[in-house]
């Protein structure tokens, strides 16, 4: 390698050290170059948080420390000159001492796999040293910008809260009706024995937060500060030279030089397009030790902002000018504080700068159309001198002529206050309310000729459409309005084949919003034209108060919940932690970073990388030819068995899907491989007939496996005698989306062909199968270890062993180690997920609502491969019928083959999207029959005990009880009624109330996937190794192992140890899945330990009072064997789909969820209010990990019907591929209100402890704010007169909500006929 230039000295600090940077590798696409495992890598965008770190850095522009969150992701190493860098490592740790943040989020049980608890650590760690006691606006803003399954799976996590200033805590607490009121241990309102408990953790035994104890700011630092370098810096990397000027002067003459380099600020928009789209920059010049970039001025017409300011800077600005300034003079500065609240996260607005925002001209910038119609001027400066360009509809355009010139810099933006009789609004609507791109966006800005309603000057600027000026010198009444309606719909001309999609919806925003805009505007004019009283002003007659609705954007609030459980029995020993809320095993290791996950394995020698090529390539020899590519590897050089002949490891001849695996690129770093994948070109020769879509498939008769059916009664017969319906519903796919991407560390040893593979897998044993066959060595020979994993939802059952095989293979060719971590993009593009499904149903039922017959036929999408397809069509079609008894029925199914990359297990396996459409069909009854559909569902329900479809018996009394304790606890009745009178007082925002009931089945449907082993070893000074064939996902297996472990050695948990799964203490496991992980393993577990006890009784009889280190010692003396296997056979399960019965689950899950929404009409947005779930656990094992599994599933659950949008090309190609493009909950999406209760006095005799496994089961409890959703629709229709049915299609986004309310404003729209284009995107389901 060629000596680079000698650089500058990079002087940073990480964690209060001086970092001596290898200057070498500075290249940007790398985090931090400390390799300390707490800042975790999962997107590299910036999107998901979950490399949050504080930068702490001199502000020049309010003269302080300023200290604030960024993701590391997309931190360049060099733009940390002077700045001092906290990692989660920096602020506490097990081995020392715990920070309060991170000892809070551990014991509020705020962690579930843990991967991106440190991010969240941080994030409210910045918080914090801002605001030792913050306000609710201040928490929610700081958690805002993580959209990680974890945090949002999990919100029970209060560690935020019990920080806040002031802790609300529950909204009915003191009404009598909250839970808490009835006291710690009040009995459950069913009258039952077991006593209630409502605490999870104990607050008062939290260390205080002591400010004082935080790192200083580093002195060597602050000196620099105060005394800055003026000189030219400079920083040669492998292939990047960074400049950072120390003056403008020298900013400008270096533009001059290098006219091609862009300057770089936050990088968030440089960052991603150089990752994604391949941009490469070889020299960067950074402008930010120059101060006249960061200066903020004020006149008396306006502030003049630097554009190296940071959004948050700005947001500062603005907020500050806004509480000082007359309300009149701040019209323009609201509307941008507006959306600077929601514009990205706040790690990505306290990097972003204003003038990067302004350049980069998003189509979907939030900030340049307000900029635009507030008159906003762009100050540039060059060597040459200075000049002023207007921002406006030429430069949003991104027209040439309104073009910065190459040498030109932007050093500050003027925005002019706004006057009296001037309006700015600005608008906008996104996939979920916060942290995410908008769809549209719009601002208007209307200026009237003082004293008068006559419009002097309308200017509207649209993002995400294109832009708009509207000239109409009219009176600002309902004429104005339609016409500004139709010119703007003339002139936002957005083809039916637009990028992004969703046209219809977007046409409607962009007459929606100035809708909101003309009612906003006469609320204010009227207000103004009383003032002044301005003769014609009849004309304006008030606004009745049903339309004003129209106007309030839905506010964030804090989620708010209590959750209750059944407390132990009183006679239960206190050592006994079984059926406690005790704290994740790794809770602290989460918090602190110290929990050590797959790629958090340092390097081993000689260790290579492996990147996947997902096409067919031409150019591999010169892709072998760059620096450090050492192999390529293709099927040619599998040893053994490539997979299976119709699922190939590695691709032969032919590609089924675009995403399939071709071949893979092994080099000595991840950057040299993936630059290597980047060289290589791709050609495909088209596959005919391509199939996407579940109708293609049906009608080319494309399936993967045969149909399943299931019948009873006579159901041709029954639909003779009553009223039908039939419809169709469409329910979306879903992204797995775990916060730790796949990942696989193979490391061959010298000997006997031996591998140990690292991997992150729910399924070490098909890891070690898969390789063995591949590598064609026998099983014995490959062992696979499992520490924990970042989250798997049935993603890491299958994939990890296709994945491990071929890094497998890479590593017998090389034979060095290989790594292979998938970027989240190739993950996503690769691994496929829940399967779309496609329901028709028909449906007989009498007027009183009482269902006669029902006949349901669902598709699924499989892809191109058979993966769990088959599996997955049997699961939906034996749980179609959930909590209903419909004596006439016939189900049936079939996995479609399309030409996608194969779908696979996802958490609830077919149920959350076969139910859906069973739920839809009970509501589409209940509209038929003019009843409310709680109505129809305790109709249909289960009564006493009965056979299901498949003939196995079952007593509903559970579910019966779930549904009346749902019921009460929700306060349904009376609520429904609030939901109607507000709808009567509401045009413009509608409320809906939902509450559905569910009958899920646990386990798989075959007694041999229910067999578990454990190992459990006493040492010789008492210790106790535990292992166990379950892995550790974050759902707290182990947590529950050890108390199982416990109670039965009757010695305190802190004895016991579990080091990680490994193939090689526990062999032929079944994956974890299916809910029943801890069921099964807690009964091989208890087993072992019931063997080891049954071994020392004789020595405990013989010394009674001894301890438990004296007992093994004489065990051992005496020669007594301190290991033992522990074997559970399984329950008995099985299905003879010849004759449509079995027995195939071991038992049900119970619960009930009811949820409230309010939906906006106009936007098609909405706020979820209310939760309340009940659920079945029976006797949990751990209510706090338990509760916590309910809660992220169901809000899980809640993003499948709700937010999560798979988004396919007409070629079959995967656009949503990152967490721009696909939106999983965020903080801010968790209802208001979320009280979870698990079900008192409930006992089952089956399981270990009388316990129920509860890993899917709330998933589809996430549909009742579905079905809330579209009771809110519904009302719209009724109201309007529209047919009260419409087409069932899950998620019920923002899109589907708008173009379901239809209106005024959606029959102005043009329609384009589907014959004349070719859409952006295909609907797969
Ligand atoms: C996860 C994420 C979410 C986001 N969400 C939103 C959102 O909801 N709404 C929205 O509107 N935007 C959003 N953005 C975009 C974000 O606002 C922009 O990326 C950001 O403002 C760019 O600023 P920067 O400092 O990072 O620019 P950089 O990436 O550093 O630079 C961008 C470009 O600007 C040029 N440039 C920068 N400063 C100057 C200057 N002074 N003179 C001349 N040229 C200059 C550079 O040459 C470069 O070409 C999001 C971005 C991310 C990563
Ligand atoms: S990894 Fe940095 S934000 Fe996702």
């Known amino acids: 390698m060629p000596c680079p230039p000698q650089s500058d000295q990079l002087v940073f600090f990480v964690n209060g050290r001086k970092v001596k940077c ?98 969240m650590v941080m994030s409210m760690y910045t918080l914090l040293r801002n605001h030792p006691q913050p306000s609710e606006e201040q928490l929610m803003e700081a958690l805002g910008g993580k959209s990680d399954t974890e945090k949002v799976h999990h919100p029970r996590g209060q560690m935020g809260t019990v920080f806040l200033a002031e802790s609300s805590g529950c909204q009915q607490k003191g009404t009598g009706k909250c839970c808490l009121d009835r006291g710690e241990n009040a009995s459950s309102p069913l009258g039952g024995k077991n006593d209630i408990c409502t605490k999870l953790f104990a607050k008062e035994e939290f260390q205080p937060l002591d400010p004082t104890q935080e790192l200083v700011f580093p002195p060597e630092l602050l000196r620099m500060a105060e005394n800055p370098e003026k000189r030219t810096l400079t920083f040669y990397g492998e292939r990047v030279t960074w400049i950072s000027p120390g003056t403008l002067k020298d900013l400008l003459e270096l533009k001059v030089k290098h006219p091609e380099a862009p300057l770089i600020l936050g990088n968030t928009s440089l960052g991603p397009a150089m990752k994604s789209e391949g941009r490469f920059h070889p020299i960067l010049l950074s402008p930010a030790r120059i101060s006249e970039l960061t200066r903020v001025t004020e006149t008396s017409e306006g502030l003049t902002i630097g554009a190296g300011c940071s959004l948050a800077q700005m947001k500062d600005v603005l907020a500050e000018r806004i509480s000082k300034l007359p309300e009149e003079k701040t019209q323009t500065y609201r509307a941008l504080l507006k959306h600077l609240k929601s514009l990205a996260g706040p790690q990505i607005r306290n990097m972003a700068s204003l003038g990067g925002h302004i350049i980069s001209r998003h189509s979907y910038s939030d900030l340049n159309p307000i900029l635009a119609v507030g008159s906003a001027t762009l100050n540039l400066t060059s060597a040459e001198g200075t000049r002023q360009i207007p921002l406006n509809e030429y430069f949003l355009a991104g027209l040439a002529s309104a073009d910065l010139k190459p040498e030109e810099i932007l050093e500050s933006v003027h925005i002019p206050h706004s006057r009296k009789w001037e309006f700015v609004s600005a608008f906008r609507q996104a996939q979920c309310q916060q942290n995410a791109l908008p769809h549209v966006n719009a601002s208007m800005r209307v200026l009237f000729k003082e004293g008068t309603d006559s419009v002097e000057h309308l200017s509207i600027a649209y993002g995400g459409v294109g832009a708009a000026t509207v000239s109409a010198h009219k009176r600002w009444d309902e004429l104005m309005l339609d016409e500004a309606c139709r010119l703007l719909l003339d002139e936002v001309s957005l083809p039916g084949s637009a990028p992004g999609g969703r046209v219809e919806f977007k046409r409607t925003l962009v007459v929606s919003f100035l809708f909101k805009f003309y009612l906003e505007v006469l609320q204010e004019l009227k207000k103004l034209v009383k003032l002044v009283s301005v003769p014609d002003s009849r004309r304006h007659p008030d606004i009745s108060d049903r339309f004003l609705s129209a106007l309030e954007d839905f506010p964030v609030a804090i989620p708010q ?113 993936k630059r290597a994948v980047e060289m290589i070109k791709i050609t495909y020769e088209d596959l005919e007939p391509a199939i996407f879509t579940i109708q293609d498939a049906v009608k080319h008769n494309s399936f993967l496996c045969p149909e399943k059916k299931l019948e009873q009664g006579n159901i041709e017969e029954a639909f003779e005698k009553v009223d039908q319906i039939v419809e169709e519903v469409h329910v979306g796919g879903q992204e797995h989306f775990y916060m730790e991407t796949q990942r696989v560390l193979v490391i061959p040893k010298t000997e006997d062909k031996e591998l140990d593979i690292f991997v992150s897998t729910q399924d070490p044993a098909h890891v070690q199968k898969t390789v063995s066959s591949t590598l064609n ?120 083959m399309t030409n996608l990359p194969s779908n696979t297990a996802f958490r609830g396996f077919g149920f959350p999207q076969g139910t859906l459409v069973t739920e839809s069909c009970i509501t589409a009854v209940a509209a038929k029959c003019g009843l409310l559909p709680e109505k129809i569902r305790e109709k249909n329900m289960y009564k006493t005990v009965d056979k299901t479809i498949y003939k196995q018996a079952f007593s509903p009394e559970t579910l019966i009880r779930c549904w009346n304790e749902c019921l009460d606890k929700s306060s349904f009745h009376s609520r429904r009624i609030q939901v109607e009178e507000f709808n009567k007082k509401n045009y413009w925002k509608k409320k809906g109330i939902s509450i559905i009931p569910m009958k899920f089945s646990v386990g798989f449907a075959a007694t041999s996937y229910h067999q578990a082993a454990a190992l459990v070893h006493i040492y010789t000074d008492g210790s106790v190794l535990v292992t166990h064939g379950g892995n550790e996902l974050g759902q707290g297996i182990h947590t529950k192992m050890l108390q199982v472990a416990s109670r039965e050695l009757k010695i305190p948990m802190s004895y016991m140890h579990i080091c990680e799964t490994s193939t090689a203490t526990v062999p032929n496991t079944i994956a974890t899945a299916a809910s029943i992980g801890a069921d099964v393993n807690g009964r091989a577990v208890q087993n072992a330990c019931q063997i080891l006890l049954k071994r020392l009784e004789p020595i405990i009889k013989k010394n009674p009072e001894g301890t438990w280190e004296d007992w093994i010692e004489a065990a051992f003396e005496q020669r007594i064997s301190l290991s033992a296997t522990g074997y559970f056979r399984g329950y008995k399960a099985f299905m003879d789909w010849d004759r449509g019965e079995g027995d195939p689950f071991p038992y049900y899950v119970y619960g009930a969820a009811c949820s409230e929404v309010e939906i906006d009409c106009l936007t098609g947005a909405h706020k979820k209010i209310r939760t309340d779930i009940v659920m079945d656990a029976c006797c949990s094992l751990n209510p706090a990990i338990d509760i916590g599994q309910i809660e992220g599933s169901f809000i899980q659950g809640m993003g499948l019907y709700t937010t999560e949008e798979l988004k396919y090309s007409p070629e079959g190609v995967l656009y949503s591929r990152s967490p721009d493009e696909y939106k999983i909950p965020t903080i801010t999406d968790v209802p208001e209100e979320f009280n979870v209760s698990l079900l008192p006095s409930s006992q089952t005799p089956l399981t270990i402890y009388s316990s129920k496994g509860l890993g899917e089961s709330g998933m589809f409890l996430g549909s009742s704010v579905f079905f809330a959703i579209a009771d809110a629709v519904a009302a719209v229709r009724t109201e309007r007169d529209i047919a009260e049915n419409f087409i069932v299609q899950s998620p019920a986004t923002p899109e589907w909500v708008r173009m379901a309310c239809a209106d005024r404003f959606t029959d102005m729209i043009p329609r384009d006929d589907p014959k004349t284009f070719k859409p952006w995107s295909i609907p797969i389901a």
């Not at 910036?46 to 003269?63: L, R």
């Not at 002077?82 to 990692?87: I, K, L, M, Q």
């Open 22 to 119: 290898p200057l070498w590798h500075l290249f940007l696409d790398h985090p931090l170059p400390v390799r300390l495992t707490g800042t975790k890598y999962a997107c590299g965008r910036g999107g998901c948080g979950a490399c949050t770190v504080m930068v702490s850095k001199n502000d020049p522009v309010f003269k302080k420390i300023r200290h604030f969150s960024v993701t590391a992701c997309l931190v360049p190493i060099c733009s940390l000159y002077g700045a001092a860098v906290t990692t989660v490592e920096g602020i506490g740790s097990i081995k020392t001492r715990l920070h309060p943040v991170q000892e809070r989020i551990a014991k509020s049980h705020g962690t579930q796999c843990g991967f991106c608890t440190p991010g």
């Open 561 to 673: 919940g209590v959750q209750t459980y059944q407390s132990v029995d009183p006679h239960q020993p206190p050592r006994d932690p079984v059926g406690r809320p005790i704290m994740h095993l790794s809770g602290l290791k989460h918090a602190t970073g110290e929990a050590i996950f797959c790629d958090d394995i340092p390097v081993v020698d000689k260790e290579l990388f492996m990147v996947l090529v997902t096409s067919i390539n031409e150019k591999l020899s010169k892709a072998l030819k760059l620096p450090g590519v050492l192999d390529v590897v293709t099927a040619e050089d599998v040893p053994g068995t490539n997979g299976a002949e119709d699922d190939k490891l590695l691709a032969v001849d032919e590609v089924l899907c675009v995403g399939q695996v071709i071949c893979a690129v092994v080099a000595e770093t991840d950057v040299q491989a």
């Open 777 to 896: 060595i026998p099983i014995n020979r490959i062992t696979c270890h499992v520490k924990r994993v970042g989250g798997g939802f049935g993603g890491k059952v299958g994939r990890p062993a296709a994945l491990g095989a071929i890094a497998a293979v890479g590593a017998i060719k090389t034979g060095r180690p290989i790594r292979l971590v998938l970027d989240r993009e190739d993950d996503m593009l690769i691994t496929g997920g829940r399967h779309p499904l496609f329901g028709k149903y028909k449906v007989g039922f009498m007027n009183s609502g009482r269902i006669k017959a029902l006949d349901i036929e669902c598709y699924i999408n499989g892809g191109c491969t058979l993966d769990d397809s088959e599996l997955v069509t049997e699961f939906l079609i034996l749980k179609l019928e959930n909590a209903y008894k419909i004596r006439n029925l016939r189900f049936r199914g079939r996995a479609c």
